[in-house]
């Protein structure tokens, strides 16, 4: 395919989105969701008011703490779990079955653990992104071709050399797909963390709009949630691939 | 002892330890007890609420909501992942659609959903549905992509017709992604259900934990927490069994 097709097709899939909501709106009417004109121009009159950056800089500070946590703590466990081979067996399970089940219950145990205040988000933020880093994290570590190791060995690369030049480059792009759902995952968690018993923030705006009946508000807020969260997975998405595809 | 059994008797030595642990912490005090009940106590209250008929009634409502979406999910994105397989140049246009998909919360639409269906199960039975439905549509594509292109020319030298071939030769290559999806749909139609219910509706298990916990009866919200918990991670463990009893007689034919 072409580089002309592929714009075009992404023009079309777009174009269909977007009649879709339209249709939506026609069929639902006012009382569900905003016409995609009319919350597009909102959506930037919003950005532009600061009670908006308000709840958008507790959101942003929230979440960038979370991913921050998950990311050192998430590659330190993996690495860990990765280099001892037993550790690594007894707890992948482990952590794939915690993968699985709805942390969203275990939100008021935050709540009542750490306070009703920032902290809470971003532990729920952490509990669902860590996960992931550290599966990803350890799978690379598991994976890794023998032969590199060998070749660091003939070559007598010091301990700190095998790491620098030879540990790091194999799984970083693995560590790099972990951190991108690790990503999503904290920026979902903190969003169902405001929307939960919360005063700020984006997802309390969200939730507020709900209980108001504020249509155009949620609506709105919806889209720039999407828009960020499309924007920047798809930002890591393409960086994944380079890493994936280097060498 | 073989090394998977010292590493299943581990990974339970483990976990048993962590459980007795939080027993200790909580009962010495460590943990105060009104933020986090001893494991004990929590299950002694599982088992109470378990027997009264509220309780049932919204386990019931939550494990059918779960049940409808799921099927759905597993039927549609199988069907869907079929189709777009065939479809090659509409499958690298709506790529970075599923690409992205997971990153966005799809709670945020649970207000459309209400709006479009009404307040009943439907909107609920929607979310577990559109949580589901990707994980489904990706293992299918990923497992009919992994098919060995060898076994497809075995089928037309054996001149299979083909609904002889998807069932005799497709289908079984793709089994071991497929299980995949419909283990994750399962896993993400529960998650989807329980937190749609927490955060948005006024019944099912999820709105009770929310419910206890607004009005601080913590024993209720422990013991609903674990039932949910050993509710997926017994469910997916089953499902796990299953799969690698499957792959081991793929092994052994």
């Not at chain 1, 946590?69 to 915690?98: C, N």
């Not at chain 2, 460590?30 to 599982?46: G, H, K, N, Q, R």
Request: with cysteine; charged share 10%; glycine share 8%.
């Amino acid at each position: 395919m072409t580089r002309r097709e592929g714009l075009l097709d992404g023009t079309l899939i777009l174009l269909a989105m977007l009649a879709v909501w339209q249709a939506l709106y026609q069929y639902a009417g006012s009382a569900a969701l905003t016409p995609p004109w009319a919350t597009a121009r909102y959506a930037v009159e919003l950005l532009g008011t600061p009670t908006f950056w308000g709840h958008a800089t507790q959101t942003l500070s929230a979440f960038a703490w979370s991913v921050a946590i998950s990311a050192v703590l998430g590659i330190a466990l993996g690495l860990w779990f990765g280099a001892f081979r037993f550790a690594g067996d007894v707890a992948e399970p482990m952590l794939a079955s915690l993968y699985t089940i709805p942390k969203v219950t275990l939100y008021p145990v935050m709540l009542l653990l750490f306070g009703l205040g920032p902290s809470a988000k971003i532990a729920f933020g952490v509990i669902h992104g860590m996960i992931p880093v550290v599966l990803f994290t350890l799978g690379a570590v598991k994976n890794i071709r023998p032969v590199l190791l060998r070749a660091a060995r003939s070559l007598r690369l010091s301990p700190m050399q095998t790491a620098r030049f030879v540990l790091v480059p194999a799984v970083l792009p693995e560590i790099a797909s972990g951190l991108r759902v690790g990503f999503s995952l904290c920026l979902l968690g903190v969003l169902i963390g405001e929307m939960f018993a919360s005063q700020r923030g984006i997802g309390f705006l969200i939730i507020n709009g709900i209980n108001s009946h504020n249509v155009k508000l949620t609506t709105a807020v919806t889209l720039i949630v999407i828009v960020f969260a499309v924007g920047a997975n798809s930002a890591l998405l393409a960086l994944d691939r380079r890493l994936h595809h280097r060498g | 002892m073989t090394r998977s059994t010292r590493i299943v008797c581990t990974r339970w030595g483990v976990s048993l330890g962590l459980i007795l642990l939080l027993e200790a912490a909580c009962r010495s005090g460590v943990v105060p007890t009104l933020a986090v009940l001893p494991p004990s106590e929590m299950f002694a209250a599982m088992l109470e609420l378990l027997s009264t008929e509220e309780v049932l009634a919204n386990v019931a409502a939550t494990f059918s909501t779960v049940a409808v979406a799921f099927l759905a999910a597993v039927l549609i994105g199988f069907a869907a992942g079929v189709a777009l397989h065939g479809l090659p140049r509409f499958r690298r246009a709506i790529d970075p659609l599923l690409a992205s998909y997971y990153s966005v919360p799809i709670f945020v639409f649970y207000p459309l959903l209400v709006a479009l269906f009404g307040l009943s199960a439907l909107p609920l039975i929607a979310i577990g549905f559109l949580a589901a439905l990707p994980a489904m549509l990706i293992a299918t594509l990923l497992g009919l992509d992994r098919v060995p292109p060898v076994l497809r020319r075995v089928a037309r030298m054996h001149r299979l017709g083909s609904a002889r071939t998807a069932a005799l030769v497709i289908l079984p290559a793709a089994l071991p992604n497929l299980f995949q999806g419909i283990k994750l749909s399962l896993a993400y139609a529960f998650i989807g259900v329980i937190a749609g219910e927490f955060i948005l509706s006024g019944g099912g298990l999820g709105y009770a934990i929310a419910y206890a916990y607004e009005s601080f009866d913590n024993r209720t919200m422990y013991g609903l927490m674990l039932f949910v918990l050993l509710s997926a991670v017994i469910s997916n463990t089953l499902l796990s069994t299953w799969e690698s009893r499957l792959q081991r007689r793929r092994w052994r034919a």
